[in-house]
C-alpha cells in the first residue's frame, strides 16, 4: 500500500503556527516566530553536511559527501548549482574572518581554504608527519585561529571517503594561520565532531560520538587568551544527541539533533543546558547554520534534504 504523502512532498501552505517547531521554555518563546515555517529548500540528496552563509553573494554552500561535492543554493533564485566538484569528499565547512572558504576534506585527510581568486590552499594534512585521520568540522575564532575536529569520518570505509589505517588518537587541533602550527586543543574525548564557541569565546562547545557508548556535548573554558581550553564537563547528553552545533548571540547552542523517528531535527539548549525548543525534521539533521539577509534564517544540513526557517535569533560571527 502507497504511503499517505505528507506536508514535505507537498507544496501547499504551511499552518501556523508550524507545529514542527516547539517550544519548551520561555526563553525560546522571544525566538519562536508564530507566523512562519520550516521550508525544505532542497532535496534529492545522500547525505548534507556542512552548510556555510555567504551573505555578500546571498547563497549557502553544503556538502553532499557521498557525492563528493559542494553544492551551491541561491536565496533570490532557489536554484541549485554545483560549487565544487570533486570536493574530495568534504564534510565541514565555514569562513575565515577574512570571508574566505574553510573546508574540512575526508577523502585528502586534510584542512584547506579557499582563496579570492578560488585556488585552494592546505592548511593542515598531517600530525608529527603523519596523516590526520579526516577533518571533520570547524570553526574560527576571532583572533583568526582555526579550530577543528578529526575523528576519522573519512577514512573509516569508502562511503565518506576510503579505507585507511587511524594513525592518530581522535583530536581537536587547533591551527594558527600566522605561525603555521598545529596544536592539539582537546585531548580527551573518544570521537569529537561538531564544535563552536560561545559568542564571547569564553567557552567552547565540542560533541563527542563514540563509536560505543553514550553520545554528549561537552564544554570547556578558554583559558591562556584563548589559546586553550580547560574544565571540560557534559552541557547535555541522555535521549539523543548533536552533531553539528553553532551558538546564537545571546549564547544558546543550536544542535544537528538524531532522536530517532519523530524526534529528529534540531535542539536548542539555553547557556545554563536547559532543553529550550526543538525543530522537528522527517530526517536526521546533521548540522546547522545561521543565513539571510539579517543573519536570522536557519539552515538545517539533514541527511538527503536542507532545510530552512526564520527565527528571532541571529548567528554568531565565526561559524
Not at 149 to 171: I, V
Not at 205 to 214: H, K, M, S
Not at 236 to 250: L, N, P, S
Request: aromatic share 12%; with cysteine.
Amino acid at each position: 500500500m502507497a504511503e499517505s504523502p505528507t506536508r514535505w512532498d507537498m507544496p501547499g501552505p504551511i499552518r501556523y503556527p508550524d507545529p514542527s517547531v516547539a517550544v519548551l521554555d520561555q526563553r525560546f518563546q522571544k525566538i519562536f516566530i508564530a507566523n512562519t515555517g520550516v521550508r525544505r529548500i532542497a532535496t534529492g540528496f545522500d547525505f548534507t553536511e556542512g552548510p556555510v552563509w555567504f551573505g555578500d553573494g546571498r547563497y549557502l554552500l553544503f556538502s553532499d559527501i557521498p557525492n563528493d561535492r559542494i553544492l551551491r543554493w541561491d536565496e533570490t533564485t532557489g536554484g541549485i548549482s554545483v560549487f565544487r566538484d570533486p570536493s574530495h569528499y568534504a564534510n565541514g565547512n565555514t569562513r575565515d574572518r577574512q570571508g574566505r572558504l574553510i573546508t574540512c576534506e575526508h577523502d585528502t585527510q586534510r584542512l584547506t581554504r579557499t582563496e579570492y581568486d578560488g585556488s585552494v590552499v592546505v592548511l593542515a594534512d598531517q600530525w608529527q608527519g603523519k596523516k590526520l585521520t579526516g577533518p571533520n568540522d570547524v570553526v574560527v575564532k576571532s583572533d583568526g585561529t582555526i579550530w577543528f575536529s578529526d575523528n576519522g569520518a573519512g577514512t573509516r570505509g569508502n562511503y565518506l571517503g576510503h579505507t585507511a589505517p587511524q594513525e592518530h588518537p581522535f583530536w581537536v587541533y587547533r591551527y594558527d594561520p600566522y605561525s603555521a602550527t598545529l596544536t592539539i586543543a582537546v585531548g580527551d574525548m573518544a570521537r569529537p565532531n561538531g564544535l563552536c564557541f560561545s559568542p564571547d569565546e569564553s567557552r567552547l562547545y565540542v560533541v563527542d560520538t563514540p563509536n560505543e557508548g553514550a553520545k554528549s556535548t561537552f564544554v570547556y573554558d578558554v583559558v591562556d587568551n584563548g589559546t586553550r581550553v580547560t574544565d571540560g564537563r557534559v552541557f547535555f547528553g541522555g535521549v539523543g544527541w548533536a552533531d553539528g552545533i553553532r551558538c546564537d548571540t545571546e549564547g544558546n547552542v543550536w544542535c544537528g539533533f538524531s532522536g530517532g523517528e519523530g524526534e529528529d531535527g534540531v535542539a536548542v539548549f539555553a547557556p545554563d543546558g536547559t532543553l529550550i525548543g526543538r525543530v522537528l525534521l522527517p530526517e536526521r539533521c546533521a548540522n546547522v547554520c545561521f543565513g539571510g539577509r539579517k543573519r536570522n534564517r536557519l539552515f538545517m544540513a539533514a541527511s538527503q534534504s536542507v532545510y530552512s526557517l526564520y527565527v528571532e535569533a541571529q548567528g554568531a560571527v565565526g561559524g
